[in-house]
């Protein structure tokens, strides 16, 4: 039984130390209309993925304001 948890532990560490050293190349620009571009190329499979993040939420709102951050998430997704 010790000898299975310590292979266990051998194994994940092997993973994560082997996950961790690969780098991934990317390109970073920002638009003339403020938006930050950040593209990746992988031909490995014939997939594409698109992520829009937005820097909004109650944190921006006007302390009078609240509430207009959670309806605006609700229309959008």
């Given at each position: 039984?010790?000898?299975?948890?310590?292979?266990?532990?051998?194994?994940?560490?092997?993973?994560?130390?082997?996950?961790?050293t690969?780098?991934?190349?990317?390109?970073?620009?920002?638009?003339?209309?403020?938006?930050?571009?950040?593209?990746h190329?992988?031909?490995?499979?014939?997939?594409?993925?698109?992520?829009?993040?937005?820097?909004?939420?109650?944190?921006?709102?006007?302390?009078?304001?609240?509430?207009?951050?959670?309806?605006?998430?609700?229309?959008?997704?």
């Amino acid at each position: 039984m010790k000898l299975r948890i310590m292979i266990l532990f051998l194994v994940f560490g092997f993973v994560v130390s082997n996950g961790q050293t690969k780098k991934i190349d990317f390109v970073q620009y920002k638009l003339d209309n403020g938006l930050n571009v950040i593209l990746h190329k992988d031909n490995s499979t014939p997939i594409v993925a698109v992520a829009v993040l937005y820097h909004v939420g109650s944190k921006n709102e006007d302390p009078e304001r609240t509430g207009f951050a959670h309806f605006f998430e609700h229309l959008m997704f």
